[in-house]
């Protein structure tokens, strides 16, 4: 939209990236008790038949949703379908309440159409996250990311992880399994010992309503450490696989001025993503559900993971870097593209690269 480009673009990007997120999310958060929303979504609505989908039991008016990250207090979790979101996840949670790294944490690298996040999961706690939320559940499918709170021994993630999980239970339609994420001092403790299979057992036999379980991973898994995390999915009846976190060793493809500590999400992310998407996709034979993300900026990009082996998908830095009018563009290019093919719906094109 040329408002955006003209207008609120640049008055967003005076600011320091992190103070513009929290101010972009509060005036989402206005907008939304106001209906200011209502009055929006004609501009930004976009409907095809083509891009429904049904998977884990919901309900998806599109394949495109709102990854962790963007919301992690749930403010806004009611108001994302406004820009044509089919889905949306908040978070990433912790079980306890912490601050997250020292700022400044998040950085944007416009020409490479990329943002470096070093957060470092800054949380309200499980407990304020359920307060928040509430009885708000959205008219789309909406999830909530779980991770460790970062200062506790290893030895008592599993049990960091329950906490949260049941604390949160009643509330999302899925939850995301966080055990990647780049911008905290340790996370090689999953591939120790018994955490994965205790960490996926006790979330097994704690899901009683068999909520979809989202395991979230790095872009880079070494072919061990993918069998790993595969095998004890498979064993434990994880729904799906999030593909992928942000990239922490990026140091071979930014510039050295721009290398700090975190992770990026963008263009950068892209070819990472959608090499691993492949992988698990022939690994799995199709079997596990995959949700791509990482680079997507046009129809092309989303069209691109689909055939790789996606069934849904998410994006985020588009959105920052290009403004809310970028799903809708996403979406109708996507339509577009699955028809051109000879599709009658998306699914039809999932893995046929």
């Not at 299979?197 to 072919?223: G, S």
């Not at 959105?319 to 996403?330: H, I, T, Y």
Request: aromatic share 10%; glycine share 8%.
């Amino acid at each position: 939209m040329q408002i955006y480009k003209k207008w609120i673009k640049p008055f967003l990007f005076l600011m320091d990236p992190e103070k513009a997120h929290h101010f972009t999310l509060i005036s989402q958060n206005i907008m939304g008790k106001t209906k200011i929303n209502k009055l929006l979504k004609p501009l930004f609505h976009f409907d095809d038949p083509v891009l429904e989908t049904v998977l884990f039991g919901l309900h998806f008016k599109n394949p495109v949703g709102l990854p962790a990250g963007c919301d992690k207090k749930g403010n806004t979790i009611q108001t994302w379908d406004t820009y044509s979101f089919g889905w949306a996840t908040c978070g990433s949670i912790t079980h306890l309440p912490q601050p997250g790294n020292p700022k400044p944490r998040l950085f944007r690298m416009v020409k490479d159409d990329s943002l470096q996040i070093n957060l470092g999961l800054n949380s309200i706690g499980a407990q304020a996250m359920k307060k928040k939320i509430g009885q708000k559940k959205p008219s789309y499918p909406f999830g909530i990311s779980i991770a460790r709170t970062t200062d506790i021994p290893d030895e008592e993630a599993v049990e960091d992880y329950m906490k949260s999980f049941q604390t949160l239970y009643s509330l999302p339609d899925y939850f995301e399994i966080n055990i990647s994420c780049p911008n905290i001092p340790d996370t090689e403790y999953f591939k120790r010992g018994s955490f994965l299979p205790n960490l996926f057992e006790k979330l097994k036999n704690a899901n009683t309503q068999n909520k979809p379980l989202l395991v979230k991973i790095a872009p880079c898994l070494e072919d061990d450490e993918l069998k790993l995390v595969l095998d004890n999915m498979r064993e434990y009846e994880m729904h799906g696989m999030i593909i992928s976190n942000l990239l922490k060793d990026f140091s071979g493809i930014a510039p050295k001025s721009e290398v700090r500590q975190g992770g990026i999400s963008g263009k950068l992310l892209e070819p990472y993503t959608n090499q691993m998407i492949r992988k698990v996709y022939q690994r799995t034979d199709g079997k596990l559900p995959i949700i791509g993300l990482g680079g997507i900026f046009t129809g092309k990009d989303a069209y691109e993971k689909i055939k790789l082996g996606a069934s849904l998908l998410q994006l985020y830095s588009s959105m920052v870097l290009e403004g809310p009018g970028v799903v809708k563009r996403v979406l109708k290019e996507l339509a577009y593209l699955v028809k051109q093919d000879g599709h009658q719906n998306f699914q039809q094109a999932i893995g046929k690269y």
